[in-house]
Structures are given as structure tokens and as C-alpha cells.
């Protein structure tokens, strides 16, 4: 029988005790947002819970986390994240983010993946399929698969993509404008955010635009699977992931039998040299798909979304285009809330024991708010410099490949938004996804001036 975990916010205690208690009086606003007094997580609580983050980030336990037990156990009823365990360490400080992102011969990705919750339905072996994902690869092998995809996205490559994306953002937001409400409003999400990622990705990979609703539809699916209202079942799930797969590898065989100038030529044209074979290449643009287009169409939601409810930074934007701003709007969307690593070893992290095969979650959301590190980390300041947020993971062998297009990607589409809409406001509350590690915004109403 494996030993006890100390319960959620706390270190490991002794035997018997609880670390759930409160202070004594009655509650009252503490400075965290917390009742004032609280010295522990209510009984139950999970940063992993998806209707919790269908309503919010959990900011306020995150601070409480930070400060009293940056490394604590979040127990969970076994299975209920997909995995035969019951629960997970919270990482919740930006230096223990960054030492566990640094050591994958400590902190696996492949042994249960870098999704810190499936459904609780999944099979072991669906997870296990998606270890052929580069993010869910350890060295050496994961060496290997990057240092070949990191052809298309050298200096060179990206930046090649520039004038491009940037017409395509300026098309994008007059496409909005025309298609707007007799009231002028529109959903910015469907008609603006999604657009330029999957443009870009399309653009990279060469696959015709006229193809990117059906990457849209994939990676939605694939990604959305927590909330209701996209009603995915796991075999929807399965279809589409293996028609993004056969597309493409599909993609790759053309390419191999007539190559062309682009990254996919590159890529799989010459495999056994140093190249990808078609299935690799097929899980590459599954990950690209997934990982570079929600991700990078969260951080323009949400950045929308920070500039219109802070007025003073959206018209100095206007005013000045500071090239930090992608950076803050990224730290302060933080749209992957969280992803793991499973110990490979029995090892000691923020003064907790942590044992082989236990899991760990690496709360990027809260790292990114660590006063530590953070002046005033509660303020959207564009011209915060510097800014050494983990948007982009913390370093190490899986920090996001993609870090340059999806910067270039958020400044093109700000610049061309406030060039068109410089007298856009809200017309709505966003309206939150339900996922268990996605900080995602399915759809917020703006409308112009007014």
C-alpha cells in the first residue's frame, strides 16, 4: 500500500493531520481574494477541475499556493485524470517551473504525456499513442525530431512569413468589419483570433487556405473535448485526430514524390538522412495544429480582451506599437494553464519529497504572477521590460519552438487591428471554455465606437 500524500496546501505533515483548517473568527477579503485567515485549499479543491476553469483562473489560490506551499499535493480520485494515480504535485512558483522544465533526465514527459487531465474514459493506451508527439517525447529521441522541425522555423524562415501574415491580418480584420451586425458587432474569437494562426500554419506547411476550416475543426476537436457545448465524444475525438493525421501524411507523401520549396520538402524529402518519415511528420502538424493555433489564438483573445478593459494601455498601443507588448499580452493570457511531468526518479523539489512515477504540474499561469520575479504581476503593462514570463514553457528542451512566429503573429494582428479598429469596445462578457489545462475563450462580442 503506497504511502499517504499530504493533503492539498500543504507539505507532507505528519500522519493524521489535515492542513485544510481556517483561523478562527469569521471570514473576511483577505489580500489573496481568499477569506482572511485561510491557511490551506477547501477540501477537494483541484487546479485541474475544468469547471473551474470554465469560470476562472484560479489567481487567488495560486498566490495562497505560492506563499505557504509552493509544492503541494493536489489528490484526486484515482483515474479521474485519465491515469492510474491519485492526483498530482502543483508547481506553483516560477524558479520550481523552471527547474523541472530544465531537467528531463528528473521530470519525464513521456511517461504519462504533458496533459496533466484526459477524460476519465481514455484508455492507457491513447495515451500512450500520443508519446509519439514531440511534446511528449525525453531526449534523445525528442533531440532528434527537433533538431529537424527546427528547420522551419529558423530566423530566416519566419521572418520570410512576415509581409505575407501581415496582409493577411490587415485582410482579416476588413473582412470583420464587412461581415459585422447591422449594430456593428461581431464575435472576435470565430472572425479575428482564429484566422491568422491557422493562416500562418497553412502558410508555413504549404497546405492551400482553403483547407484551414478543416484544421480549425480537427484541432478544436481535438482540444475542446472538456466542454459541453462542442459535445465531443471520444470517438469524434478519434476521427478527428486520424483524419488530421492521414491528411497530413498525405501531405508529406505528396511532397516526398514532388518536392517543392517549402518546409514540408524540407522536412520529409529526403528521410533516412536526417528527415522525418510521414507518421512523424503527421503527429508534427497535429502538435502545430493544436499547440501554435489555440495557444496563439487565446493570447490574442485574451490580449483583446486586456486592452479593452484597460483603456490607457490600448491607447498607448495605439499610439507608441511597443514591441513588448506581444510578450506582456502572452504572460498575462498564459493560455496554457498547466502541463505535467512525471518524476523519473525519487528527487526533492521545494522542499517536497517527490516520488518516481509521481506526477507534477507546472502551473504556468500562476509562475507568471510570481511577485518574485513580477513587479506588480496583477498590472497589464505593455512596456513591461524586461519580462521573463513562461508563456513559452520554462526553458529546456521543450521551451516552444514556435516562440518567434506566434510573437510576430500577435504583433502583425494589434498593429492591424489598431490601424482598422482603433474604436473597438466590448459588447459582451467572454465567454469561457471548459478545459482542464486551456486558459480558452470561445467568444467575445466587440462592436465599434459608439
Not at 508547481?91 to 528531463?104: E, G, L, M
Not at 493525421?245 to 498525405?250: K, P
Not at 513580477?374 to 498590472?379: C, L, W
Not at 510573437?407 to 469561457?432: C, H, K, Q, T, Y
Request: aromatic share 8%.
Amino acid at each position: 500500500m503506497p504511502c499517504p500524500h499530504p493533503p492539498v496546501g500543504s507539505g507532507r505533515p505528519p500522519r493524521g493531520a489535515d492542513g485544510l483548517s481556517e483561523g478562527p473568527g469569521p471570514p473576511s477579503a483577505g489580500i489573496h481574494g481568499l477569506p482572511e485567515g485561510t491557511r490551506g485549499l477547501p477540501e477537494g479543491f483541484d487546479f485541474t477541475d475544468p469547471d473551474l476553469l470554465r469560470t476562472r483562473v484560479p489567481h487567488p489560490e495560486f498566490a495562497l499556493m505560492r506563499e505557504t506551499a509552493p509544492v503541494s499535493w493536489v489528490p484526486q480520485r484515482r483515474g479521474a485524470s485519465g491515469f492510474d494515480d491519485e492526483g498530482y504535485w502543483a508547481v506553483t512558483r516560477h524558479a520550481d517551473v523552471k527547474y523541472v522544465s530544465t531537467r528531463p533526465e528528473l521530470f519525464s514527459s513521456f511517461r504519462n504525456t504533458a496533459v496533466i487531465r484526459f477524460n476519465e474514459s481514455i484508455r492507457r493506451d491513447q495515451i500512450d499513442v500520443q508519446r509519439l508527439i514531440m511534446l511528449n517525447m525525453d531526449p534523445p529521441e525528442h533531440t532528434r525530431v527537433r533538431q529537424i522541425v527546427q528547420r522551419g522555423f529558423t530566423p530566416r524562415s519566419v521572418g520570410s512569413l512576415r509581409a505575407a501574415l501581415r496582409e493577411r491580418a490587415r485582410a482579416i480584420v476588413d473582412e470583420a468589419v464587412a461581415a459585422a451586425g447591422p449594430d456593428g458587432s461581431f464575435d472576435f474569437v470565430s472572425r479575428i483570433a482564429v484566422e491568422l494562426p491557422l493562416q500562418a500554419i497553412a502558410e508555413l506547411i504549404g497546405v492551400p487556405q482553403e483547407d484551414r476550416a478543416r484544421i480549425f475543426d480537427w484541432s478544436n476537436t481535438m482540444a475542446s473535448y472538456d466542454d459541453p457545448e462542442f459535445a465531443i465524444t471520444e470517438e469524434a475525438g478519434v476521427e478527428a485526430t486520424m483524419a488530421f493525421l492521414s491528411y497530413a501524411m498525405n501531405l508529406a507523401a505528396d511532397r516526398k514524390a514532388c518536392p517543392a520549396k517549402d518546409i514540408v520538402t524540407q522536412l520529409v524529402a529526403a528521410e533516412g538522412a536526417g528527415n522525418l518519415s510521414s507518421d512523424e511528420f503527421g503527429f508534427f502538424v497535429v502538435l502545430l495544429a493544436v499547440a501554435g493555433n489555440e495557444t496563439t489564438r487565446n493570447a490574442v483573445t485574451h490580449g483583446m480582451h486586456a486592452f479593452l478593459t484597460h483603456p490607457e494601455q490600448w491607447e498607448r498601443y495605439r499610439r507608441e506599437r511597443p514591441a513588448t507588448a506581444a510578450e506582456e499580452i502572452v504572460r498575462w493570457a498564459s493560455p496554457i494553464v498547466a502541463f505535467q511531468r512525471t518524476a523519473a526518479q525519487d528527487t526533492v523539489l521545494g522542499g517536497q519529497e517527490i516520488r518516481e512515477g509521481d506526477r507534477v504540474g507546472l502551473f504556468y499561469s500562476s509562475a507568471n504572477n510570481d511577485p518574485e520575479v513580477f513587479d506588480r504581476p496583477e498590472v497589464f503593462d505593455i512596456a513591461r521590460d524586461p519580462n521573463p514570463h513562461l508563456g513559452f514553457g520554462g526553458g529546456g528542451p521543450h521551451f516552444c519552438l514556435g516562440r518567434s512566429l506566434a510573437v510576430m503573429e500577435i504583433d502583425l494582428m494589434f498593429n492591424a487591428l489598431a490601424d482598422a479598429l482603433p474604436d473597438l469596445r466590448l459588447a459582451g462578457e467572454p465567454r469561457r471554455l471548459r478545459s482542464a489545462w486551456l486558459n480558452g475563450i470561445k467568444e467575445l462580442r466587440v462592436t465599434r465606437g459608439g
